[in-house]
């Protein structure tokens, strides 16, 4: 006879930690004002008549109850699919610390028959109970939204037609679940463009404060012509927009390099040429 209450304690305790672990690496990140891989967690400890039927179905005796690997389940839901693998990869960085992996499954690419797909991860995880440390399993999905979406729809359908679905929902739910694909395929090649949107921004916006330092150190040494004529080129640049504008501010900016490395070279001559005259 199972005590459930004192069964399910653990569950419970892991389930809220690694919630908390979880939604505490989200807010590190949006602290940092950079991208969470992670959009919100949720998690739960299963029913006990569920628990008590998939035991049944796996002829699991009262005593066998813990060899059940979802009675503690997590779901981290991300906005991109890749987000979901920088989960995997969070998770795996935890790999011996307070975890260990059992099992992975990911029915991300390798789509279940039923048009499901997620990450699955089934996790040991330690709590420690008043009667001493105690190992519990605990199965871990992570998914896009857009998959959230549609298994929680086709789980609560499945759900109404207890398990068997006419056989014209279930192809239609399997072309949504294609769209659902395709859905998350283009909101991730936005955020790709996106991106690389923003790295372009960034390598330009340092090409040209590279250039305009490069200029200001120039007149700093007093070689004003060549200063005023480099910023004249760098100034014609950004007024004639050209579709090469990039390579013309590149090679600007290695021009300069050139010019205040043969500076660097002419100082330590110059400082030569001095040691010599002082000998
Ligand atoms: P935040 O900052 O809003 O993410 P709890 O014990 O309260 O932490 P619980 O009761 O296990 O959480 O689960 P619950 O209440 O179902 O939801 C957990 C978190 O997921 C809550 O946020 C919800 O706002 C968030 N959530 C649930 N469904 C959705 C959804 O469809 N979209 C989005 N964006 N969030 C959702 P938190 O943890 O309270 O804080
Ligand atoms: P719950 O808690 O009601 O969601 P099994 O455990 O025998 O069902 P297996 O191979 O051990 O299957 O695990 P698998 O396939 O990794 O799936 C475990 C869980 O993934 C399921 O839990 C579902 O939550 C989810 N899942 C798997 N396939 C589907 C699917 O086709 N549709 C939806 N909506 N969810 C799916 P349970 O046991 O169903 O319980």
């Given at each position: 006879?199972v005590?459930w209450?004192?069964f ?12 908390g ?5 989200r ?10 891989p ?19 179905k796996?002829g ?7 060899k ?10 991300c ?10 990869e969070?998770l795996?960085?935890r ?5 260990e992996?059992?099992t992975e499954?990911d029915?991300?690419?390798d ?10 991860m089934?996790i040991k995880?330690?709590?420690f ?17 857009a998959?959230n979406?549609?298994?929680t ?5 499945r759900?109404k ?16 679940a ?6 998350d395929?283009?909101?991730?090649e936005?955020r790709d ?11 330009k916006s340092?090409?040209?404060?590279q250039?305009l ?14 200063a005023?004529?480099y ?7 950004n007024v004639?927009?050209a579709?090469?504008m990039?390579?013309q ?5 290695l021009?300069l ?10 100082v330590?001559?110059?400082f030569?040429?001095?040691?010599g005259?002082?000998?």
């Amino acid at each position: 006879m199972v005590r459930w209450s004192e069964f399910l304690m653990p569950y419970e305790t892991a389930v809220e930690e690694l919630k908390g672990k979880l939604k505490r690496i989200r807010d590190e990140y949006r602290k940092n004002n950079e991208h969470a891989p992670i959009e919100f967690v949720v998690g739960r400890v299963k029913q006990i008549p569920s628990i008590i039927e998939k035991a049944k179905k796996l002829g699991l005796g009262d005593e066998e109850v813990d060899k059940l690997d979802d009675i503690g389940g997590i779901r981290v839901i991300c906005q991109f699919e890749d987000d979901i693998y920088r989960v995997v990869e969070l998770l795996r960085s935890r790999e011996g610390m307070d975890l260990e992996i059992m099992t992975e499954k990911d029915y991300v690419q390798d789509v279940k028959e039923s048009g499901y797909r997620s990450y699955h991860m089934i996790i040991k995880y330690p709590i420690f109970t008043i009667q001493g440390l105690k190992f519990v399993f605990i199965e871990i999905q992570i998914r896009t939204m857009a998959m959230n979406f549609w298994a929680t729809v086709e789980h609560s359908l499945r759900y109404k037609y207890k398990g068997e679905l006419p056989a014209h929902i279930a192809e239609k739910l399997k072309s949504t679940a294609h769209e659902v694909y395709l859905l998350d395929k283009e909101m991730q090649e936005i955020r790709d463009e996106i991106i690389s949107a923003q790295n372009l921004f960034m390598h330009k916006s340092n090409t040209s404060s590279q250039i305009l330092t490069a200029i200001g150190n120039l007149e700093i040494m007093d070689r004003y012509d060549e200063a005023a004529g480099y910023r004249r080129i760098f100034n014609q640049i950004n007024v004639e927009k050209a579709p090469d504008m990039e390579e013309q501010m590149e090679k600007l900016s290695l021009e300069l390099k050139k010019a205040m490395s043969l500076d660097k070279e002419s100082v330590i001559k110059e400082f030569a040429r001095m040691e010599g005259l002082n000998d």
